[in-house]
């Protein structure tokens, strides 16, 4: 294997010079998923039942994966925070006065666009809320 070249990565005690493929954590000499595009943003979310969305355009040939990640609220004290959350989740909890509250925020991707959308009944600030969200869309080298 002197003849290689690129990044190795081997398990604790195996040399990554001379080990076998099963003794590596990461080899480059294989083909990776290629990072397409990414970016982040924010969208609006109206007070009470607000809805959003955000459409992101990309040029992949076919419907690519991707990852993508959004702010979100703590359903018991309706907070929104910095901490993040992969897309898609659903977070309902039934108050103690019986009433539920619910946050969706749901991704799909097709040839085109990676859709993200949001929807919930927090009680967001009397003009709602901006939460920022952050994605990668992969394309494959091989195809």
Known sequence: MSDIYGIRVSKEGQDVRTCGYN??????????????KSGRGTVHIAPVVGT???NIAH???VTPMFLAFTQYADI?????????????FSSI??????ATG???????????????????DLQNPVDGTDVAYFYYIFEDPIT
């Open 52 to 54: 959003a969305t955000a």
């Open 23 to 36: 003794d590596l954590i990461f080899t480059s000499e294989f083909p990776l998923l290629k990072v397409h």
């Open 102 to 120: 619910y946050m969706h925020a749901v991704a799909y991707t097709d040839a085109g666009h990676l859709h993200l959308s949001w929807e919930t």
């Open 59 to 61: 040029t992949v040939s």
């Open 76 to 88: 018991n004290s309706g907070q929104w925070d910095g901490d993040y959350k992969q897309f898609s």
């Open 93 to 98: 909890d039934p108050s103690p006065e019986g």
